[in-house]
C-alpha cells in the first residue's frame, strides 16, 4: 500500500478489563484487528475506524498506564505503524502468559514493515507451541517475513523456551534507542538456546543503534545473553 491508503487508527482506552465490542471505545486489541481486517470494531461513534493499508494506531487514552494482554498476544498481519507515548508513559504486560506481538504478515511479497516504538514491553512468554506460532522463541515480539523497525523501547523481563527472549526475528530488523533488560531464554530446544535480548534467525539485514543491553541471559554455555545472530546478518 502507499500512504494514501492508510488510517489512522486511535485507541481511546487502556482499560484492559474491556473486551471487544460495539461500546464506543477503541481498544488496542479491537485497533489491530481493524488494521487486519480493513473493517471498522463498531457501529457506535469512538469505535475504531475501518483501516486501510499500512495503517497508523496512535494514543489517546491518559497515561502513564500498563495494559495487560488479557486476551492472547496482538497478531498483525499487514503492514502496521503502532506509535506509543514513551517508554515511561505506557507498559504492554503478558503476565508471563503468552507472547505480546506477533508479526506474520500474509502478503509477505509486499515487503510490508512492522514499526513499533514508544512503549515498555514486559511479561511476554514464549514457551511451547504458544498459539501455534512457533517453538518458544520470541517472548515479546515474534517477528516474521517483510521488515521490523523497532525504537524507543524497553523490553524487559520476556522469556523464552528456545531463543530470542526480548525479540525473535525471521525478518530484515532494525532496532534504534533502546534498552533490553533482564530477558532470558531457557534454552535451548530445537536451536542453540542464543539471543537472551535478541535472536536474528535470518540472512537479511540486522542494524543495531544507541540501545543498551543489560543482564540478559542465555542459559547455555555457548550461547550469548545479548544477541544470537547466526546468518551475519549485522
Known sequence: GSPASAATLTVSTLDFSLPAGDDGWCTLYEAVAS??????????????????DDDTIVFSAATPATY???YGPLVIT???????????RLTLDAQGFHRIFVYSPTDILGAPTFDLG???????????????????SGGAPLTQY???????????????????????????????????????????ILFSGGGG????????DLTIRDSTF???LALTDSASGALFDPHGGA
Do not use: K, W
Not at 535480548?197 to 537479511?204: K, Q, T, W
Open 78 to 88: 499487514d503492514g502496521l505503524t503502532i506509535v506509543g507515548p514513551g517508554a515511561d
Open 197 to 204: 535480548a535478541i535472536s536474528h534467525n535470518s540472512s537479511y
Open 146 to 188: 517483510g521488515s521490523t523497525l523497532l525504537h524507543d523501547l524497553v523490553v524487559r523481563d520476556n522469556l523464552a523456551q528456545d531463543q530470542g527472549a526480548g525479540v525473535y526475528s525471521a525478518s530484515r530488523l532494525t532496532v534504534e534507542r533502546s534498552t533490553f533488560d533482564g530477558n532470558s531464554n531457557r534454552g535451548p
Open 35 to 52: 488494521a487486519n481486517t480493513d473493517t471498522a470494531s463498531g457501529a457506535l461513534a469512538g469505535e475504531c475506524a475501518a483501516g486501510l
Open 118 to 136: 514508544g512503549m515498555t514491553l514486559s511479561g511476554g512468554e514464549a514457551v511451547g507451541d504458544h498459539n501455534g506460532f512457533g517453538l518458544g
Open 68 to 70: 495487560f494482554l488479557l
Open 214 to 216: 543489560v543482564d540478559n
